[in-house]
Every structure is written in C-alpha cells, then in structure tokens.
Nanobody, 123 residues
Framework: QVQLVESGGGLVQAGGSLRLSCTASGRAFIDYTMGWFRQAPGKEREFVAAISWDGVNTAYADSVKGRFTISRDATKKTLYLQMNSLKPEDTAVYYC????????????????WGQGTQVTVSS
C-alpha cells in the first residue's frame, strides 16, 4: 500500500506560480511511477505530468508543457509539480497518483491516489 497526501494548492492570479507537493508513505516510493492529474468542475479527469521511478523519463500534457515541471525527491519521498505562468483554465483539483507500471498518461493504470488539492487561478 502507498498513501499519498497532496499539498500546496491555493488561489493565485493568472501569470503566477504554485508548487504542489505529494508526500508518500507506506511502501518504497522509489519503485513507483508518479503522476499528476487534474479535474475541473464538470470535466473528466485529465493527465498533467508523470515521472518514472528513477526520474529519468517525464511526460507532460501539451497544455502544460513548458509551464509545469514535475520532479521527485526520493530521500523525502515527495513528488513535486512546479506550476508557472498559470492560466484560469488550470483551475482544477490536482491529484497525485502512483503505480509500479509506466503508462504515464493512462489514469486507470495508477493504483494509488491522493485526496487532491484545489488550485484556483483568477483572471
């Protein structure tokens, strides 16, 4: 079992930045692919970014490429999402997820999920 807890969400103006964190507990963090997904009101959950267990491979949604950066710190068992140049359309609940496989963009391939953290970007 892996338990995931997100933090760092909040209200920010368009053009601003936020850094989300996801702290893992339970089984070895280093073994897992980690991903960020988001869900806006009335919309389906969508892929944002993912990083392989060793940090070598990353993947991003086209909508966030060049603005968001995913990273992980194995010593702290923490996943990060640095979000810059935020837009109102980035408003959503952001979830981190973990799985042993590497299918970064497919949400139903992730076995473990956090509770989510709200990000609101005002125009």
């Amino acid at each position: 079992q892996v338990q995931l807890v997100e933090s760092g969400g909040g209200l920010v103006q368009a053009g601003g930045s936020l850094r989300l964190s996801c702290t893992a507990s339970g089984r070895a963090f280093i073994d897992y692919t980690m991903g960020w997904f988001r869900q806006a009101p009335g919309k389906e959950r969508e892929f944002v970014a993912a990083i392989s267990w060793d940090g070598v491979n990353t993947a991003y949604a086209d909508s966030v490429k060049g603005r968001f950066t995913i990273s992980r710190d194995a010593t702290k068992k923490t996943l990060y999402l640095q979000m810059n140049s935020l837009k109102p359309e980035d408003t959503a609940v952001y979830y981190c997820a973990a799985d042993r496989s590497y299918s970064p963009r497919i949400s139903n391939r992730y076995a473990y999920w956090g509770q989510g953290t709200q990000v609101t970007v005002s125009s």
